[in-house]
């Protein structure tokens, strides 16, 4: 029998955590908005930030009365190297990418439901994404996020995405647990998976998966983000093709085999399951 994670946790370190990520998120933030944030009691809210500006986990300006992040958080978000070498090896392969098709290159990590950017390629003209390195978007209206969501094991998918309450961002953002699962199996059986202005509209995604814990040490996707005006009639394989051959030359750089994709004769957006 599975232990409940729940009963696993500490409900101290778990607020603890929370404000951290609060306030992380907001860059300050009142104790009032942090209180009805996170929904804390008066009653130990209190102490707990006066324990995490001890311990420099936050520090608090007593002139406006904000909280902010601390020296310690910086110091220990700066000794965490894990996605450093996927980062750097990758990076000059997605920018030549990136200038090849004149669109914008993203890698990113999962992390529950969410992307987590940790290298960015801007497409060097025209519009450019508001996206940057650290950002964290959810993964189930983001063609890199259905890609991550694909590697996982199908249960643990659909776990991850009935945990939380799915927004729908534009008419086209598919919310319906069931439905997502099924665009997850597809983007699993064509190694691929897309956004066709389900996270913003007038903005096409397709994404390749790149890594995955078996053979680079954690799950990472590759994408190719660019205006729904400038996609043509071959989308999206006019650009999943050189995608899934820069996905391929980072692996060899970096030493890991994946399973190599194996492109249908003709890639449409009905290639992958779809869901309406």
């Given amino acids: 029998m599975k232990e409940d994670r729940a009963s696993l ?3 101290s370190a778990d607020r603890a955590l929370a404000v951290v990520e609060y306030v992380a998120g907001k860059g300050s933030a009142s104790f009032t908005e942090i209180l009805e944030g996170l929904h804390l009691p008066r009653s130990s809210a209190h ?3 006066n324990t995490l500006c001890s311990a420099g ?14 020296l310690r958080a910086w110091q220990v978000g700066q000794m965490y190297t894990g996605h450093q070498t996927l980062a750097n090896v990758a990076k000059p392969v997605m920018d030549r990418l990136s200038a090849t098709l004149g669109e914008t290159v993203q890698l990113a990590l999962l992390d529950g ?3 987590v950017y940790i290298a960015i390629s801007q497409a060097p003209t025209g519009m450019r994404l508001g996206s940057s390195v650290g950002m964290r978007l959810l993964a189930h209206a983001t063609g890199i996020g259905k890609a991550l969501l694909s590697m996982l094991e199908p249960s643990d998918a659909q776990e991850r995405l009935n945990s939380v309450a799915l927004p729908r961002l534009t008419a086209k953002t598919v919310t319906d647990v069931k439905a997502l699962t099924r665009l997850v199996a ?3 059986a064509s190694g691929f998976a897309l956004d066709d202005e389900e996270y913003l509209d007038g903005c096409r995604c397709v994404a390749v998966p790149l890594t995955s814990e078996a053979g680079g040490g954690m ?9 729904s005006a400038r996609t043509d009639e071959e989308w999206p394989g006019s650009m999943l093709r050189p ?4 996905a391929q030359e980072v692996r060899a750089l970096l030493g890991v085999r994946e399973p190599e994709i194996a492109l249908p004769a003709a890639v449409t957006p009905s290639s992958a399951v779809r869901s309406a």
């Fill in 47 to 49: 102490g707990l930030l």
């Fill in 113 to 115: 439901v969410e992307n």
């Fill in 186 to 188: 597809g983007a699993k």
């Fill in 57 to 70: 986990w936050l520090d608090h300006n007593p002139a406006n009365r904000q909280y902010s992040l601390g």
């Fill in 219 to 227: 799950n990472s996707a590759l994408s190719v983000t660019m205006p």
């Fill in 9 to 11: 946790t500490v409900k």
């Fill in 243 to 246: 995608l899934v051959a820069a």
